[in-house]
């Protein structure tokens, strides 16, 4: 199983600040989800989708539409928004992966390789304060780009590190389907790692 960063929204403690551990799926929880950031990011998720290319009235409407909903998530998360920043960084790392594919295609265009390297590490900005904070998703996420390489060097140390940090939340949480798809990455990452071992035996105990 290839890893890949979790496309969920950043779970917060009481008062909105990130709380490692706090992770129930509560009315409450669910409520913090219809937060301001995610709506703009699935506003710009949905306006992103190419619009019909003959249609030269609509894709411009579009594209205006994204840069302003690109703004205001970019505001939001600059004032401290939890949420929005989050999506901030899901949105540096999908349009990084977009611009990947596009260099991919076509390797000689160097500065495509450099918006691509760019956006990564902007994901990584946003990501690493919540992660060190306590906010699983940022910690699951940052734990693939380490694993990847992506906008930091690549360090399956540090990968592990992250990823066991989101394992034994969720594991705390009862959030057992989530810490296995984690420990999945760890082991895809470095097996014989101490800290892949002691996550695996948590979860199996009995064997």
Sequence with gaps: MRQRCCWRAARRGAGGSARAGNIRQ????RAEWNSRGTAIFQGIFNT???PDPKDAEASSKAMTALFEQEDELEKLAK?????????????CYHTGLQYESSFQQHP????TRTVMDSRYQEA??????????????AQWNLGTLYAQGRGVPKSPSKA????????????KA???EHALVVLDNMRETDETNPLTKKLCRS???GE
């Design 26 to 29: 509560n009315d409450s929880d």
């Design 48 to 50: 992103h989708k190419d």
């Design 79 to 91: 004032s401290g928004d939890i949420d929005a920043r989050y999506w901030e960084g899901m949105w």
């Design 108 to 111: 000689n265009e160097e500065n």
């Design 124 to 137: 990584v900005k946003w990501w690493r304060p919540l992660a060190e904070t306590g906010v699983v998703y």
């Design 160 to 171: 592990i590190d992250l990823y066991y940090k989101a394992g034994v939340q969720f594991r």
């Design 174 to 176: 009862n959030d057992r």
């Design 203 to 205: 979860l199996y105990p």
